[in-house]
């Protein structure tokens, strides 16, 4: 059994249905694929928050692909609002709002060279970009109740950076996709297949035969399993691995929830603790980022433990006292040098729509629209080309930075589990790694160093290792011939 179509979409989270939504209001016949349930899937288990500078980091500040990052980011925030409102006919968008605007606080648990630091990168950006926030007292913040030792230093309101009901978001998204003309599949591609010297299509799980002059990768990090089918080119590409994050929606005891999104800045390689609204007693808890070689569909015990006893002890201190509603479990899409893979592969007709770690959601209107542009042959009105999927890996910063990076999240990591230390003792710890971390660059490459996370990971699993030394030799090989 063989069906036509112009594009199809692999992918059916809000990337892969946004492109799929554009695409078929301009007319194009497309397809999107995916199982309904999303199994192990960054959005359907996303807290959905849609902000530009809560995430910004003294990192993101320092490169020029960093800086990039944040200027699509303010620029997909600005277009949220009439995207929201495109989706239905019946409303304006807002019922899919789940907080009014963010407190970022700064509490005691963090590092000060990590969260000190990007609490003031975040108060820099806003500046530079002339948006508008709030110094508020972090003793006032409506809703917080931490315990003692974890009380907020310092919080300021990011009036403009609300959060989205994602399970919502992607039913709304979907229906519109219908509406426009647009074909749901509900299954997964196994294998990209070729007509000559380009992409003819994809085959599905149950043998059906999709033809289609493009095909797009946009399903997150379970993309390379389709990518793989494509040898050739998934040499020379970036690897995706899965920042796999644990998050609990919680009913609250007292049947209330903030107003606002609560969290702290980025820390200890994930993207910082944030309680989100979800209803008038329910809220969603989310802390956690662990690199892992596949994507994971159930969650860790310490994981749980750790995501919830963050909650309790850093936000509201009777969550411990409240009911369990459910434990989520998503992938986020992270490839070998941490940076997005937008674009044509070097197989005409196969695009790439992944890696955007955790910016995917903020930033799918933008990359909808700008993917559809150059899928149409159109101009891209942003820098496509920077994160094209065929590259050398991207590194913003030198070596001695990313491994004193390394260390100081891997020690942020210790003093967010509560550890108890003799004083003296994390400096020696400190040393200790950083030498072990330096050998472990200078043994992948002598050029080439992977992102903090990366380099953490790859000590504990041999196959991260393994794919971050075979992508450096092929991209050598690659820039050789």
């Known amino acids: 059994m063989s069906q036509a179509h112009d594009v199809v979409v692999v992918g059916n989270g809000s990337l892969g249905l946004s492109l799929g939504l554009v695409l078929a209001r301009r007319g194009v016949r497309v397809a999107v694929l995916g199982r309904p349930h999303r199994p192990g899937a960054a959005s359907s288990a996303a807290g959905a928050m849609i902000g530009t500078f809560g995430e910004v980091t003294t990192t993101l500040l320092k490169s020029s692909h960093g800086r ?13 609002p009439e995207w929201l409102a495109s989706l239905s006919p019946d409303s304006d968008g807002t019922d899919l709002l789940t907080a009014d605007g963010t407190i970022v606080m700064l509490n005691t648990v963090g590092l000060p060279e990590i969260d000190t630091e990007n609490y003031r990168a975040i108060r820099r950006a806003l500046s530079e970009y002339g948006e508008r926030f709030e110094d508020v007292d972090a003793e006032d913040v409506d809703w917080l109740d931490p315990e003692p030792t974890a009380r907020p230093l310092q919080a300021m309101f990011l009036p403009h950076e609300h959060a989205v009901n994602a399970h919502s978001l992607l039913v709304r998204l979907e229906q519109a996709f219908l509406a426009a003309g647009g074909v749901v599949i509900p299954e997964q591609a196994v294998r990209v297949d070729r007509v000559g010297d380009r992409t003819g299509g994809v085959t599905l799980e149950s043998g059906t035969v999709l033809s289609a002059g493009h095909v797009v990768l946009a399903a997150g990090s379970a ?15 970036p690897r995706l691995v899965s920042g796999y994050g644990v998050s609990a929606l919680v009913d609250t005891i007292d049947q209330t929830a903030p107003r606002s999104v609560i969290r702290t800045p980025n820390r200890a390689f ?3 603790l944030h309680v989100v609204p979800r209803g008038s007693s329910q809220v969603y808890v989310g802390a956690t980022n662990v690199i892992s070689p596949q994507p994971r569909r159930t969650a860790l015990v310490s994981d749980v433990l750790f995501l919830l006893d963050c909650g309790v002890r850093q936000v509201r201190r009777n969550l411990g006292r409240s009911d369990l509603h459910r434990i989520q479990v998503g992938n986020r899409p992270v490839a070998l040098d ?7 592969t070097g197989l005409p007709g196969l695009w790439m729509m992944t890696g955007t770690y955790r910016d995917g959601l903020t930033l799918t209107p933008l990359l909808a629209r700008e993917m559809a542009a150059v899928i149409l042959g159109e101009e891209s009105t942003i820098d496509l080309e920077l994160f094209r999927p065929v590259r050398p890996p991207i590194q913003p910063l030198s070596r001695a930075e990313i491994v004193n990076d390394t260390v100081t999240h891997m020690m942020a990591t210790g003093y967010e589990t509560n550890w108890r230390l003799p004083v003296d ?11 072990a971390y330096t050998r472990i660059a200078d043994e992948f490459d002598p050029v080439f160093t992977p992102p903090p996370e990366l380099l953490a990971s790859s000590r504990i699993h041999l196959s991260i290792a393994q794919s971050l030394r075979d992508y450096y030799a092929a991209s050598k090989t690659a820039v050789a011939v």
């Open 68 to 80: 990039t990052k944040l200027d699509w980011a303010y620029q997909a925030s600005k277009l949220w």
């Open 223 to 237: 993309t390379q399993a389709v990518l793989d089918t494509v040898p050739d080119q998934a040499a020379v590409i």
């Open 270 to 272: 994930a993207c910082g």
């Open 338 to 344: 941490g940076m997005p893979l937008l674009g044509e």
């Open 425 to 435: 003792l994390p400096l020696t710890i400190e040393h200790y790694l950083r030498l």
